[in-house]
């Protein structure tokens, strides 16, 4: 999970060596953060996805993809009329990236033993609000899976919990930075994340992320990474177990 202040940025290298996105703002700090994990000739990443189209999640994919090749992109259908969305759309068409929308029970292959599960949306979400209309998906690696959530809230919770789509897993990327309409104690008491990773922007004015979540969190005993105090964290999965840290940096080489 890259630290690119309030927003959301995840960076994934499969055992091949396939790159995928999910996510990229705010504005182009995403830019500088994808130098950090990929080598400054490698311009190509294999799939973007877009949880939903708000800026602090969408904001740098605009100049992602005037910058990187990207083989295909994936989201949820939702629109918007606002001027980035727009422009996202029309860089799309010119360069014609092939456009993938998402539906529960949709599962891509990135590796051998790696997929990605849509759980949500389960519907036409084109007109949808932004938030109900989101992409919610699953990394399953081997016997490891990494629940992604977007701006996901409890409401939406309640609703893929219902469809018994929850399992156990064991890395949560936090819904909405934390937000205490996030990350419900019914959620953690079926998922079970042995950790939670929170974007957040070192001293945003949302109060992100809220002191309830984290409660909530400790009373689980889920290990918490966030950018706001520990910056870009490195998930590694051997596809039977994950571990989390910190990412470390010398000059200009991270690992």
């Known amino acids: ?14 055992p091949r060596g396939n790159q995928i996105l999910i996510d990229g703002g705010p504005g182009r700090a995403v830019l500088g953060k994808l130098n ?13 996805i877009l949880s939903h189209p708000h800026a602090d999640h969408l904001g740098g994919l605009v100049e992602v ?14 629109e918007t009329d606002s001027g980035l ?7 799309l068409a010119d360069r014609r990236v092939r456009h993938i929308t998402a539906r529960r029970s949709m599962r891509l292959a990135l590796d051998e033993q790696l997929f990605f599960d849509v759980l949500l949306p389960s519907r036409d979400v084109t007109h949808a609000g932004i938030h109900d ?3 919610v998906g699953l990394l399953r690696y081997g016997n490891t899976e990494i629940f992604f959530s977007g701006d996901m809230e409890q409401n939406l919770e309640r609703y893929l919990l219902a469809l018994g789509d929850v399992p156990d897993i064991d890395v949560l990327k936090v819904g909405h ?15 079970r994340p042995e950790y939670a990773l929170i974007s957040a922007g070192l001293g945003n004015t949302y109060g992100h992320p809220h002191e309830e979540t ?11 990474f966030r950018t706001d105090m520990q910056g870009t ?15 470390r940096c010398i000059l200009l080489f991270c690992w």
């Open 1 to 14: 999970m890259l630290d690119i202040g309030q927003g959301d940025a995840l960076f994934i290298r499969t």
């Open 36 to 48: 950090t994990v990929m080598p400054f000739y490698d311009r190509s990443i294999d799939l973007l």
């Open 65 to 78: 993809l005037k910058r990187y090749h990207i083989g295909a992109v994936l989201d949820s259908g939702t």
């Open 85 to 91: 969305f727009v422009e996202w759309k029309r860089e």
């Open 133 to 135: 209309g989101m992409l």
């Open 177 to 191: 930075h934390g937000s205490r309409t996030s990350s419900s104690e019914a959620l953690l008491a079926i998922a």
């Open 214 to 224: 984290l409660a909530r969190f400790r009373e689980y005993d889920v290990t918490v």
């Open 233 to 247: 964290a490195v998930a590694r999965s051997d596809g039977e177990k994950v571990t989390v840290r910190p990412q």
